[in-house]
């Protein structure tokens, strides 16, 4: 097969679908996409001959069935379906363990005897069976979309912004804005009321009807609003209060835009709450190491002066981002690996009706770092758990389409 580049048009019928030549159309079953053999072996298996196929199912027979099964088609969890993989993909994986690219000891034992050429027509073979059918149970439709967290966030939040002001800026002398605050320092300080670590009775009922979700989801809100200055008054000495703030820069920041997420930011916070809660730390109702030794420091009017510097300072915004829904991220994946994960790359891995074991498997060792690729890394590296898990139960549910390569020949 090789050095006898192909001088027409070779149709590889991945399926053994019949297939028209006349413009090329694939059958319903199979999409047609054009690839052009390269310099190297990377295409070969896509344009295997039929009888190379035959033998490369004689080395599935003995080496292969009994974990991926004969048909391609996988029982086991953690080993991949193999039917109806793109070919070339499959032969550039077998090569990655034979040289230890990819290392995996169940695999690598196999492959390291067997020939280049065994290797591309057992490849050939598997990507022309039959791909796997999504396993759902029948009765199953696809769950219900996930929630977007800042929506779910804004409605969790109804009914703090009458005392937080409206979109967490607060308007209420007394009452602390929530805009800007880092979710990690949300989270913790409502956490500090429910366990009475921070006593504040109004806070610790509010806290009560909050479910973990929904905390995290108003965290999420609020950080991601526009931050702007408390609408409330600011009495107290601005020039005295910045000289006497210098002592809490280290922690605060010169502006008091904090960068440390467990250390508030205290810019454009409403005086009168800043002052208070200075005072519930030097005076017991808020317990914290940090802040007891620089509270204890300060009589009242310092602490007046200091709550009217950092309320004229400008609150900034954080470095937070919305996370991307199950919708947002699969249309990236798709644009490498096909509409509804069917690839039509011969060297990119189609993921329709894989399973979603292994897909999240594999997530999981592109984000370690154990499994390498540099396309998959910089993707799978801003993956929460919950992503991992949906992207791959979306993926598991598509229907596979079998993949018809036209081989164009190089221009002579
Ligand atoms: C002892 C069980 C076993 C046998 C036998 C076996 N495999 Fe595998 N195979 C696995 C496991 C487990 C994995 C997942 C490995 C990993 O995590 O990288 C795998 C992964 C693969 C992959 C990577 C697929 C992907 O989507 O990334 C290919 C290709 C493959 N096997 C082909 C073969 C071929 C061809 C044979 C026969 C020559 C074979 N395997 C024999 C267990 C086996
Ligand atoms: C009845 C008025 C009121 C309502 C309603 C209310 N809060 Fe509060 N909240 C307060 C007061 C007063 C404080 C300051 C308590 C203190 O001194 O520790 C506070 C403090 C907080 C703090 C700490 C801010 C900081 O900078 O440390 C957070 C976070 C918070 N509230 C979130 C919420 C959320 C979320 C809701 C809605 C579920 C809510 N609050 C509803 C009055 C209210
Ligand atoms: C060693 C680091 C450190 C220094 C110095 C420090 N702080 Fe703090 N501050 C913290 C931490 C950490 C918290 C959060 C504590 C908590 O979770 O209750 C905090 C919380 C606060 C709060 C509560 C803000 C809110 O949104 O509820 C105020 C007000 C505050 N500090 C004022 C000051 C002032 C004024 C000074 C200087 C006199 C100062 N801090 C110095 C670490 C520091
Ligand atoms: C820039 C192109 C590109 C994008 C975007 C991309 N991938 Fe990939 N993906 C690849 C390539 C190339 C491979 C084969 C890498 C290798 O050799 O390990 C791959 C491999 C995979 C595999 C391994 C399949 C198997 O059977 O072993 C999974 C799973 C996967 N990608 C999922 C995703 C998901 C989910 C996304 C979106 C969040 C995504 N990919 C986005 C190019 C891409």
């Known amino acids: 097969m090789k050095g006898s580049a192909p001088t027409a048009l070779i149709i590889v019928c991945m399926l053994a679908v019949a297939v028209a030549i006349a413009g090329y159309l694939p059958s319903a079953a199979a999409q047609a996409t054009k690839v052009k053999p390269g310099g190297d072996d990377d295409l070969r298996a896509v344009y295997a001959s039929p009888v190379e196929v035959a033998e490369g199912k004689r080395v599935a027979e003995t080496s ?3 974990c991926h099964g004969a048909n391609g088609i996988s029982a086991t969890k953690g080993v991949p379906h193999l039917a109806g993989q793109r070919a070339a993909y499959l032969h550039l994986q077998l090569r990655a363990y034979r040289q230890s690219a ?5 695999m690598d034992g196999i492959v390291r005897f067997l020939s280049d050429d065994a290797l591309i027509k057992v490849a050939a073979y598997y990507a022309s069976l039959d791909p796997p059918r999504p396993v759902v149970p029948s009765a199953a439709k696809a769950p219900p979309a996930r929630p977007d967290p800042v929506a779910a966030g804004k409605a969790a939040a109804a009914g703090c912004a009458g005392c937080h002001g ?5 308007k209420t002398p007394g009452m602390p804005s929530l805009v800007a605050l880092d979710p990690k320092y949300f989270v913790a300080a409502m956490n500090a009321y429910k366990t009475g670590q921070r006593k504040h009775d109004v806070m610790k009922s509010m806290v009560a009807a909050v479910s973990d979700a929904d905390l995290n989801n108003m965290a999420l809100y609020y950080a991601l609003q526009k931050p702007a200055r408390a609408q409330t008054p600011a009495p107290g000495d601005r020039a005295a209060g910045k000289a006497a703030a210098a002592s809490c820069a280290a922690c605060h ?4 835009v904090s960068g440390n997420p467990a250390t508030p930011s205290l810019a454009g916070q409403d005086a009168q709450y800043l002052a208070a809660a200075t ?3 030097k005076d017991g109702p808020r317990k914290d190491e940090s802040m007891k030794g620089p509270a204890a420091a300060l009589d009242d009017r310092a602490m007046s002066d200091i709550a009217a510097f950092y ?7 954080l470095n ?10 699969t249309e990236r994946c798709d644009r490498c690996h096909g509409v509804n994960g069917n690839s039509t ?11 979603a074991d292994w897909l999240e498997q594999v997530l999981h060792a592109y984000r370690t770092g154990a499994r390498k690729s540099s396309a998959m890394a910089a993707m799978s590296a801003l993956m929460s758990e919950a992503d991992v898990k949906d992207i791959a139960a979306h993926y598991a549910r598509q229907t596979a389409r079998a993949v018809t390569y036209v081989v164009v020949p190089p221009a002579k």
Not at 102 to 106: I, K, T
Not at 166 to 170: C, D
Not at 253 to 256: A, E, H, K, N, S
């Open 253 to 256: 920041g010169d502006q008091g």
């Open 166 to 170: 409206e979109a967490g800026i607060s």
């Open 64 to 66: 292969c069935a009994r």
């Open 320 to 329: 937070v981002r919305r996370p991307l829904t199950i919708a947002e991220w």
């Open 102 to 106: 990819r290392v995996q000891s169940a």
């Open 311 to 317: 309320a004229a300072q400008q609150p900034q915004p």
């Open 279 to 281: 005072r519930a730390y």
């Open 345 to 355: 790359d011969p060297l990119t891995p189609a993921l329709a009706a894989q399973r």
